[in-house]
């Protein structure tokens, strides 16, 4: 069984489009985030959701709106996409804790925006 | 302002040959120091991590790592590697308030001459 699973793993679409990217987790963490690498490989924390509730919210543009529906769910939608978003995003997870920072990630979703 | 460098782009080794890969941080206190490995088209995995104590830590893989605060610097050393630790490697640190959010080096690309 996969422990953090993200679909789709690939997406392209035209500029101006909305989608969404989803992820689950069966590891039973409490903490899931959304992390963005761009085309250098440099990778940023976007979101991050303890129990269904945001604790981290980075500077990022009102068109990305994460959803919780439950602590093992969080998905990433994405409004009027534009070119600059075209990279690949990573959803991971975390128990609770002092030592979180030990996450576990999925496989990535690449979005290309044309 | 926190951050994590990793000086070295591109590393080539040949198999057999050890290896370390550098790493360097600058936060107001010692963070929580991790490394990761992503290989080609794959979510990050952790290798080790450090919160405190012993500076020399093992991780998973024959890889081990070194903190050293006067040099601002966790190390990722493997003494003899194998054409399958081809991979992208990431340094990464927080600090305990910080929960997930991870501030990651630029990753050093490694490869492997046979």
């Known amino acids: 069984d996969t422990a953090v699973s993200q679909t789709p793993k690939y997406l392209v679409t035209q500029m101006g489009n909305d989608k969404s990217i989803k992820c689950e987790q069966n590891?039973?963490?409490?903490?899931m985030y959304w992390y963005k690498q761009d085309s250098k490989k440099f990778l940023k924390i976007m979101f991050s959701y303890n129990n269904k509730e945001l604790i981290i919210n980075e500077t990022v543009p009102n068109r990305f709106s994460p959803k919780s529906p439950d602590k093992a769910h969080l998905n990433l939608h994405i409004n009027s996409l534009e070119l600059g978003d075209s990279a690949v995003y990573f959803c991971?997870?975390?128990?609770?804790?002092?030592?979180?920072?030990?996450?576990?990630f999925g496989e990535g979703s690449r979005l290309t925006v044309l | 302002a926190q951050s994590v460098t990793q000086p070295d782009i591109h590393i080539t080794v040949s198999e057999g040959a050890s290896l370390e890969l550098r790493c360097n941080y600058s936060y107001g206190a010692t963070p929580y120091l991790f490394w990761y490995v992503q290989s080609p088209g794959q979510g990050l995995q952790l290798l080790l991590k450090?919160?405190?104590?012993?500076?020399l830590v093992q991780g998973i893989k024959g890889f081990e790592a070194e903190f050293k605060r006067s040099q601002s610097s966790f190390n990722l050393r493997k003494p003899s590697v194998h054409w399958s630790d081809a991979a992208e490697y990431f340094c990464a640190g927080n600090l305990y308030n910080q929960g997930g959010k991870l501030i990651f080096g630029q990753g050093t690309e490694l490869s492997v001459k046979p």
């Open positions: 590891l039973g963490h409490d903490t």
């Open positions: 450090y919160f405190s104590g012993d500076t």
């Open positions: 991971a997870s975390s128990s609770a804790g002092a030592h979180t920072g030990e996450l576990f």
